[in-house]
């Protein structure tokens, strides 16, 4: 057999723009519990539910019958093996597949999400042989859904509630139109094919999920299966519509209710006409989101990378957000406010940018922006320190590239900038003042954000670096983290320069009425201080940590890649001529790694180079050790920085430090990032499989360090 041009166990994904996706890995077995065809966000951008899992395929022709599908169950069995016979597998403009088949025609299978609807559409079509007999031709095709109606979280298990039942509604001749409902308490799923449908309702048992088994989680479940489609691929392609109905309660004047469909899929045509029409518009929709002009260095911003970036951006909330990671993150403000800047901001869709961070100036609560925005009922989170930090870097970033945009081309009025510029004031006058989970300004200058551990009301850990095992910080870092200090003095200089001449605040229009804060002086009070207090010239490196639980004088040493920040990665640098160099250089020789930016230094006592086992054991190597992607654009751009940061020092930065990965994603099945990788080689992916801010590292540093 001839080596596969692609990875079986790679993974796409279908967003539907609602926080809803369709997800599974290239071979078609499901190897984690989000994997599902139909996975729609109840609550948009969250609420999750897995309602159909996948489905199992074969093709019947005269030379026998060929599976196109395959489940994993346990112990470890693949069946059908319909890997066997893929040929190809190509993800644009979304995930097809090939199989071949015995008399040497194949069967191409195409699935895409329909952007801003919880629907999902599957076809497949005959190719080859067309001029052979036509009992040679006959071909029939047999599709069996798998169905659950569960949490994403969750796993499903046989159990005499779970409706088998399926509704018939009218339909034209050789359709079916039909629905299913689980489970009372969830959404239907409607159905729509050119086939037949015959009920025969099977429990299919013990699928089990390999990478759900791998991170120490319960791994099997049983599904449900109603009957089965029969579709003629001889007369032409196959198509199944299916999704979470949309229904609307209409009550006439004898107060009779009756359940009206909303969906206009379905409202002139047939399956076959409405799946070719939604077919067009996504085609349409996806070819506009590549960039016309060049923002790459190796030529036009690739198709593939420009609609992975646009998987993350979601309608939810009453506005548009960013999603942090597929399959099981939502919009976290720390993660979501940086992810913009490359998924957005780099790549020239200033417009998505203004609508995410306009509806995020509403949330921020105290000066303070959620970092977990409310859950499927679960309130806000408000434990990040650094969330609110970086929306500022968005938003000068923002207004400065729209700055820099043909008049005809900015999309910033007056008002959305007056708008955006009180909620930096807002936020800036709160952590001056002092507000929730210890944030406040020191006689030094300098922020210091969270609750000493020894306290009778212990806050949460306050930076990125969040992880907890046993309900206790790994890396809590309360006190005077580094990466704060340089945060909060990139917010009071980019204040400072929206300033009249007198060096006080323009209080922009709609601002709450208040004495403006001299942010010039704050700023140069904070840099002083830092230069004085972070850095150790012995080891020419930054501490990570001064005033430990604020503890006057005490300080963290330890060798991890938040003092980056100090000189990359921001609008601007608190450090800078020989110390900088020595600073990025150190870090480059014990941090950096071709997939990602080490947590850390290698020869700590406490470093954890493998990120693997249960929960507790890779939250103790969250951030002891893995290695970081997004981390990398910050390395690049310091080393370039520190080098003059003229062209050829940028470009040099790129080839070093994110060549290499740009390299593995261009040749990537499927154009997404994980989370985080292994510290220790081969650096093995881990984490979550599509996360934003990776990707939007690439792509911020593409823009900013391959062109400038």
Same mark, same amino acid.
């Given at each position: ?5 692609? @990875? ?20 078609? #077995? ?11 966000? !109840? ?8 309602? %159909? ?17 395959? =489940? ?21 403009? #979304? ?12 069967? %191409? ?9 919880? #629907? ?9 042989? =067309? ?8 071909? /029939? ?13 969750? !796993? ?6 779970? &409706? ?53 989680? @319960? ?13 003629? +691929? ?50 349409? &929709? ?9 923002? &790459? ?64 100036? =509403? ?25 609110? !930090? ?51 300004? @020191?006689?030094?200058? +300098? ?6 551990? @020894? *306290?009778? &009301? ?23 983290? %580094? ?99 020595? +600073? ?41 050790? *893995?290695? #970081? ?11 370039? /920085? ?48 599509? =996360? ?17």
């Amino acid at each position: 057999m001839r080596p596969l041009a692609f @990875d079986l166990n790679a993974e796409w994904l279908e967003s539907d723009g609602c926080g809803g996706f369709a997800m599974g890995s290239v071979g078609g #077995w499901r190897t984690r519990r989000y994997h599902g065809l139909l996975a729609p966000a !109840l609550a948009p951008p969250s609420g999750r539910h897995v309602l %159909v899992n996948g489905f199992d395929a074969f093709v019947e022709t005269a030379a026998g019958r060929t599976p196109l599908s395959t =489940q994993a169950y346990a112990p470890s069995v693949l069946a059908p093996l319909g890997w066997a016979v893929l040929q190809e597998f190509r993800n644009e403009p #979304w995930p097809t597949w090939r199989f071949a088949l015995p008399d040497g025609r194949s069967v %191409v299978q195409e699935l895409f999400a329909v952007h801003g609807m919880p #629907w999902v559409v599957v076809g497949w079509r005959l190719e080859g042989a =067309q001029n052979a007999a036509r009992a040679a031709r006959a071909a /029939r095709l047999i599709v069996r859904p798998f169905l659950s109606g569960r949490d994403a979280h969750a !796993l499903h298990q046989a159990n005499d509630a779970f &409706r088998f039942a399926t509704d018939h509604e009218p339909a034209r001749r050789g359709e079916s139109r039909l629905r299913w409902r689980p489970y009372e308490a969830l959404p239907a799923i409607a159905s729509a094919a050119n086939g037949a449908w015959r009920d025969e309702p099977h429990w299919y048992h013990r699928f089990r999920y390999a990478a759900d088994a791998a991170r120490g989680f @319960d791994a099997e479940e049983s599904l449900g299966s109603p009957g089965e489609f029969t579709f003629d +691929l001889a007369r032409g392609p196959a198509w199944w519509i299916v999704g979470q109905e949309q229904t609307a309660v209409r009550r006439d004047r004898r107060g009779r209710t009756t359940t009206v469909p909303l969906s206009p899929l379905l409202a002139k045509d047939g399956a076959a006409a409405a799946a070719l029409r939604l077919r067009r518009a996504e085609e349409e &929709r996806r070819a506009a989101l590549v960039p016309a002009r060049s923002t &790459r260095a190796r030529g036009a911003v690739a198709a593939p990378l420009a609609r992975a970036a646009a998987q993350f951006m979601v309608h939810g909330r009453g506005g548009m957000t960013v999603l942090a990671g597929y399959p099981w993150f939502t919009d976290w403000g720390r993660d979501s406010a940086i992810a913009v800047r490359g998924l957005c901001i780099a790549t020239g869709r200033r417009d998505a940018a203004l609508k995410v961070l306009s509806r995020w100036s =509403q949330a921020l609560v105290e000066g303070v922006l959620p970092n977990r925005f409310p859950d499927h009922g679960a309130p806000p989170e408000f434990g990040a320190a650094d969330a609110s !930090l970086w929306f500022v870097v968005a938003v000068e970033e923002l207004l400065a590239a729209d700055a820099r945009a043909p008049k005809r081309q900015r999309v910033v009025e007056p008002g959305a900038r007056a708008q955006l510029l009180s909620a930096c004031h807002s936020i800036v006058a709160a952590y001056a003042s002092g507000t929730r989970h210890g944030i406040r300004v @020191d006689g030094d200058g +300098l922020l210091a954000v969270g609750v000493a551990a @020894d *306290s009778e &009301r212990p806050g949460v850990a306050p930076t990125w670096m969040d992880a907890r095992v046993d309900g206790r910080a790994v890396t809590p870092r309360v006190g005077k983290p %580094v990466e704060l200090q340089a945060l909060w003095w990139n917010a009071l200089t980019f204040l400072a320069d929206t300033t009249a001449p007198g060096g006080r605040a323009v209080a922009p229009r709609g601002a709450a009425a208040s004495p403006p804060l001299p942010f010039a002086k704050l700023a140069a009070r904070c840099k002083r201080s830092f230069l004085a207090r972070f850095w150790d010239d012995a080891r020419g490196l930054l501490h990570d940590v001064v005033d430990v639980d604020h503890v006057a004088g005490t300080l963290h040493a330890s060798v991890r890649p938040n003092q980056l920040f100090a000189l990359g990665g921001l609008p601007r640098t608190l450090l800078s001529g020989p110390r900088a160099r020595r +600073l990025v250089d150190a870090l480059a020789l014990q941090l950096w790694t071709p997939r990602g930016v080490r947590t850390l230094a290698p020869d700590d006592p406490r470093y954890r180079g493998r990120y693997e086992g249960g929960p507790r054991e890779r939250d103790a190597a969250y951030h002891q050790g *893995s290695a #970081w992607p997004w981390l990398l654009f910050p390395l690049a751009d310091a080393w370039a /920085r520190s080098r003059g940061d003229r062209p050829a020092a940028r470009h040099a930065a790129f080839e070093r430090f994110l060549a290499p990965l740009a390299t593995e994603l261009e040749r990537a099945t499927v154009p997404h990032l994980p989370e985080l990788a292994d510290g220790d080689p081969p650096h093995d992916w881990r984490g979550c499989p599509m =996360q934003a801010w990776s990707l939007a590292a690439l792509l911020q540093a593409e823009a900013s360090l391959a062109l400038r």
